[in-house]
């Protein structure tokens, strides 16, 4: 008798997949990189899957965005205290530290205007 589908296996994999190459994901959810390969596949016509993938997909980035004030409180910290004890005339460290501190703000702006969309969308 053949396995049921683990639609929820499947898409946690998937999910990790898009963060992480296809090796290291088989070796953590004990199957091979084609088993991998054919769930992907598998995502673009399975609409099971496909909720399970985006619902999985929607946890995680609310996971990450939850974390982004807390590392941009962080980040600034870390730059006010490099301001104070680094060497500051080094354009390495500072144009290093004001990418992260760039791409933190920009996430967050992002999720921003999500949630600002889907409070408009919910009023309607």
Request: charged content about 30%; glycine content about 4%.
């Amino acid at each position: 008798m053949p396995k049921k589908f683990n639609y929820v296996r499947a898409a946690a994999a998937l999910v990790e997949a898009s963060l992480k190459p296809d090796r290291e994901v088989a070796k953590a959810f004990g199957v091979a990189v084609r088993t991998i390969e054919y769930w992907r596949h598998r995502l673009k016509s399975d609409p099971e899957l496909q909720r399970e993938f985006r619902r999985m997909a929607q946890a995680k980035l609310a996971e990450w965005v939850s974390e982004i004030p807390n590392s941009l409180e962080l980040a600034i910290g870390f730059i006010g205290s490099a301001a104070r004890t680094g060497d500051t005339t080094d354009p390495k460290m500072v144009e290093a530290i004001t990418a992260a501190v760039a791409t933190l703000n920009e996430v967050l702006i992002i999720h921003e205007s999500i949630a600002q969309k889907k409070q408009e969308e919910d009023n309607d």
